[in-house]
């Protein structure tokens, strides 16, 4: 088996994005040629074999003494991570986190245009957001075949978003990022990512209280 066709393991996946950062933030500061898997291992917060083992995968060893070509990588990340074309997006949501996705230029600027809003609200349908009309999410099957929508993104109330999942899925959409605070279940051949910014924030508290002491910001015993 030659190495392009090698299956690259989750862990190396969900690395290759914090690599692909990292290079990029290089070739934008002092425009290296070269990097060291050490270098890289720094930016990336990973250690070096990890990183040698993980562009491996690329089929990418690099030069002893030399390092990796910083272009090259580049290169080999975003075909990789399929990042050498768009991927429109829909959203299905339009409140204030809705609101916020379509109004962030960054998705654009990675690959992935925001293609269309929906909401279920017909309130809301007919309303400009960041230049886009919001559409009624009835509309998502004709949405999805027009627009050619490669991911949805769901920013529902968690109580909703097992039936956008599902409403998405119908549509042809196999690709999921849920920002909605709930889990939802999808089929096996769908890729569904998760953000749960609430278990972000208690991950961050476990460790604020590691290094303030453990008894930091006790005042209130809970009883619910």
Same mark, same amino acid.
């Given at each position: 088996m030659s190495e392009r066709t090698r299956r690259i393991p989750e862990a190396t996946v969900a690395r290759l994005p914090v690599y692909l950062r990292s290079l990029l933030g290089l070739a934008e500061d002092d425009k290296a040629a070269t990097i060291s898997s050490?270098? !890289?291992a720094e930016l990336a917060g990973v250690n070096a074999a990890k990183v040698r083992k993980d562009l491996s995968y690329l089929g990418s060893y690099g030069t002893r003494g030399v390092g990796y070509d910083v272009e090259y990588l580049l290169f080999q990340m975003s075909r990789e991570l399929g990042l050498t074309h768009d991927w429109p997006v829909v959203i299905v949501g339009v409140g204030n986190l809705g609101q916020a996705l379509a109004n962030y230029g960054g998705f654009t600027d990675r690959g992935f245009p925001i293609a269309a809003l929906v909401d279920a609200d017909p309130a809301k349908v007919g309303e400009m957001v960041h230049g886009i009309a919001v559409r009624h999410i009835? $509309?998502? /099957?004709? &949405?999805? $075949?027009?627009?050619?929508?490669?991911?949805? &993104?769901?920013?529902? /109330?968690?109580?909703?978003?097992? #039936?956008?999942? $599902?409403?998405? =899925?119908?549509?042809?959409?196999? %690709?999921?990022?849920?920002?909605? /605070?709930? !889990? =939802? *279940?999808?089929?096996? #051949? *769908? %890729? !569904?990512?998760?953000? $749960? !910014?609430? =278990? #972000?924030?208690?991950i961050l508290s476990f460790y604020q209280q590691q290094r303030a002491g453990p008894r930091a910001g006790v005042t209130v015993a809970r009883t619910s």
């Open positions: 050490e270098r !890289l009835d $509309d998502l /099957p004709a &949405i999805a $075949d027009g627009a050619g929508i490669a991911i949805g &993104i769901i920013a529902t /109330p968690a109580g909703a978003a097992q #039936e956008v999942a $599902d409403r998405l =899925v119908a549509a042809g959409i196999t %690709s999921i990022l849920n920002f909605a /605070p709930a !889990l =939802v *279940t999808v089929p096996a #051949e *769908t %890729s !569904l990512r998760k953000v $749960d !910014l609430a =278990v #972000e924030l208690q």
